[in-house]
């Protein structure tokens, strides 16, 4: 028997997945939610039917978006985690023993329910003591919070579904204040290649920039994303993500990672000439 | 209302016969089906413009209904609780202008108040009615006029006794409503018939805890914007009528502007527009009143903005508050509404109704989100954040008592002659002169012209208004009424 699931990438352009067998569908308030089991990606989780993570890459997004803050910031104790609804990313910063509080806020709770049942090695996150989790819309959450955080990680993906609040001026805004005077922020920052992504990632940076005094942006490798590539936003009111970072300290802790390193830190900031183009034409607007 | 019979929408079902029977046209429209006009159909869709059909005997004449569409009026006006209602597709502006039309001829008097919509004074352009206004009471914090007053409306009914009508704007872009069930009171009493602009309004007949609508406080006429809050496509409108008022006549006045070929768009989309609002309006509006008062809360929890509500009710002025309205005043963070206005739009890619000079309206609807409520409370955060300032210098004043020198028609048809705006003072304005919107005229034909009013226009213009409704686009010059 042929299961496939398909995502499409671009009117043109489809990426197929062998499926072995789905294990849940459901629509919650605010989306289809779906598990499949696979043979390649292993179980992976689809929203909208757009893959959200897979148990074969998911690594790759929670490291990416954990170290690379956590070895600029010199003494990080709160952090928040907006759309974490699968737990990895709290998980993550869980292994940092000097970080007090993580707050995780997440709109849709069904999400979270589901992570919980079929990845619970990365829901394992909501059980550290210092993970809180809020079912809670971002913007809201964010409106009584001011000089409270010193990294915020906007962990959602889609710019266009019910999270497009959280890639809008007025997010970033909230996120710069809810930051303390040396807080930083990453955020999701979509895939620069296709045509109908681009302007997507344009306008992200073009928020960003003018909402924070440092705004850079860094990339990974993430199979299941749109052509495989991946960017990150870095926005922060103090520190730089390289003149700033200090890889000593990250050595120094002897954390297993798999993907990220004090090599690939330098390296991820060093984008191809396309992408650095098109963000320097959204710096000068 | 027929709740059984309420779950039809006979020119929408029309329509679907009509297409099953795979009719070859040879009338108009001569796109044929779209056949004529790729692109069109490209741009609208294939459904969208096979809809967009000419009048014929199985789809019924608007100009003379007599089967679908005189069922779709009667199923409109049972919804409504009137006893006639007129589709209309001019927008709601054909409904305000036909029931004016209906009621004034040359030199009767019609009372107003002065801060009606410019459909209302166009109008009188067009029958030559005197206008007689009732002043409104302004808000002093917010910078708006209110409600009609009762004892107001009394003392000019007393000094107009000859006047034929009484004309009223319930609710207001902003929210405010009257004491409509004493105002029809007075005025019956009085022998003048009650017209109602509701364009704001149409959620009106479908709430439990809303003002009282038009036709329940027993008014005569009223204009109501299905295409506003009753989710029909824009140019839909319907005209209710009650107390016996002759529907043949109003028929006539409505087609003596109305065009002969109606689009079957607006007619399908204000039948299942009316046919969805009497079935789940009670739901929907009440889903919007939440919306509402959750956004007047956290607005008003950031400090600095006003989003009012039932609290500036005192039982005159302010009669009753449509709680499905947000307006919020924008001076207490130093910034004029139309500043906020253009902020969203720039800066935050939020578009909201209007902004003016001392307050912004977003208009809440049955298609919204919550998420769209929290974007823009975000937004509003933010940009008191970024861009508050000292307010001090701002004008307040929203509303400046007109000194009428002329009829509207009068000036409007006088010798006239152009002159610089800012050399206009103390001459008969002879055009309007508006921000739109919300397009409540600062000046209207046969008003004087005071230094006051050529500070406030200007005021408006160098804040961002659109200012409107001059010959000379740039508002630079004024019409005035040539004196020789």
């Known amino acids: 028997m042929e299961l496939w699931f398909s995502e499409n990438h671009t009117e043109n352009v489809k990426i197929s997945i062998r499926v072995d067998k789905q294990l849940y569908s459901a629509q919650s308030e605010y989306q289809r939610i779906d598990v499949f089991e696979s043979p390649e990606f292993g179980r992976f989780v689809t929203l909208d039917g757009d893959i959200i993570f897979s148990q074969a890459d998911d690594f790759i997004y929670n490291e990416m978006v954990t170290h690379v803050p956590m070895s600029v910031h010199p003494c990080v104790k709160k952090v928040l985690i907006i759309g974490g609804g699968d737990g990895g990313v709290a998980r993550e910063y869980s292994r940092y023993p000097e970080i007090e509080q993580i707050d995780v806020v997440e709109s849709d709770d069904m999400f979270v329910e589901v992570c919980k049942e079929f990845f619970p090695e990365t829901a394992k996150g909501f059980e550290d003591p210092r993970v809180n989790f809020f079912a809670a819309d971002g913007l809201a959450f964010l409106r009584s919070k001011k000089d409270y955080y010193d990294i915020i990680v906007n962990d959602s993906t889609d710019p266009f579904g019910h999270t497009e609040g959280l890639f809008t001026k007025e997010f970033y805004g909230s996120c710069f204040k809810a930051l303390k005077d040396d807080g930083i922020m990453v955020y999701q920052h979509g895939s620069p290649f296709y045509d109908e992504d681009e302007e997507a990632c344009r306008s992200m940076h073009r928020k960003a920039y003018k909402s924070f005094p440092i705004s850079r942006v860094y990339q990974a490798h993430i199979p299941t994303c749109p052509s495989g590539y991946w960017l990150f936003g870095f926005a922060s009111k103090k520190y730089h993500p390289l003149n700033d970072f200090d890889p000593q300290r990250f050595k120094d802790r002897k954390l297993e990672t798999w993907y990220y390193t004090t090599n690939l830190h330098r390296g991820a900031f060093m984008l191809p000439k396309y992408v650095e183009d098109l963000l320097e034409e959204e710096e000068d607007r | ?484």
Do not use: W
């Open chain 2, 1 to 484: 209302m027929d709740l059984e019979r309420q779950k039809h929408a006979p020119i929408y079902e029309a329509l679907e016969r009509f297409r099953k029977q795979r009719v070859v046209p040879f009338d108009v429209p001569g796109h044929k089906r779209g056949r004529g006009n790729p692109e069109l159909v490209e741009l609208l869709g294939e459904k969208c413009v096979s809809l967009d059909v000419n009048s014929m005997k199985p789809l019924d004449n608007l100009c003379h209904p007599i089967s679908v569409i005189k069922d779709a009026e009667d199923l409109a006006a049972d919804a409504f609780g009137a006893e006639h209602a007129f589709l209309m597709i001019g927008g709601t502006t054909s409904a305000v202008q036909s029931m004016i039309l209906s009621v004034c001829k040359k030199n009767d008097k019609i009372i107003l108040p002065r801060n009606v919509h410019k459909s209302v004074i166009n109008a009188l352009i067009l029958c030559g009615a005197t206008p007689v206004y009732v002043e409104p009471k302004t808000n002093e914090q917010i910078g708006i006029a209110l409600g009609m007053e009762t004892d107001k409306l009394k003392k000019v009914i007393a000094e107009h006794p000859d006047a034929v009508a009484v004309f009223i704007n319930n609710p207001t872009y902003y929210g405010i409503c009257s004491d409509l069930k004493s105002v029809v009171e007075i005025s019956h009493a009085a022998g003048m018939q009650v017209l109602v602009d509701e364009a704001h309004g149409t959620h009106l007949y479908f709430g439990d805890e809303l003002p009282l609508s038009a036709m329940q406080a027993g008014a005569d006429y009223a204009a109501i914007s299905m295409h506003k809050s009753g989710g029909s496509l824009t140019q839909s409108s319907i005209l209710l009528t009650n107390n016996g008022v002759n529907a043949d006549y109003v028929r006539q006045i409505i087609n003596l502007t109305q065009t002969t070929s109606a689009s079957y768009l607006l007619l399908s989309s204000l039948d299942i527009s009316r046919r969805n609002l009497a079935l789940r309006g009670k739901e929907s509006f009440a889903k919007v009143i939440e919306m509402a008062e959750y956004a007047r809360q956290e607005i008003n929890a950031i400090g600095g903005y006003y989003a009012y509500g039932t609290e500036l009710v005192d039982g005159a002025g302010v009669f009753a508050f449509d709680v499905t309205k947000l307006s919020v005043y924008t001076q207490g963070i130093g910034l004029t509404g139309i500043e906020v206005y253009d902020l969203l739009r720039d800066e935050y890619d939020i578009q909201i109704e209007f902004g003016d000079i001392g307050n912004i309206l977003a208009y809440i609807s049955i298609g919204d989100r919550k998420r769209d409520i929290e974007r823009l409370v975000g937004a509003l955060a933010d940009i008191k954040r970024l861009y508050e300032r000292d307010g001090s210098d701002l004008i307040d004043s929203e509303y400046i008592p007109p000194i009428v020198v002329k009829t509207p028609q009068d000036a409007f048809y006088s010798e006239k002659k152009t002159v610089p705006l800012t050399e206009s003072k103390g001459m008969v304005c002879a055009e309007f002169v508006m921000c739109y919107p919300p397009g409540i005229p600062i000046l209207a034909p046969g008003e004087l012209v005071t230094q006051e009013l050529i500070d406030y226009i200007l005021y408006a213009g160098e804040k961002g208004c659109s200012l409107q409704g001059t010959e000379d686009p740039e508002v630079k010059n004024l019409r005035v009424i040539d004196v020789k």
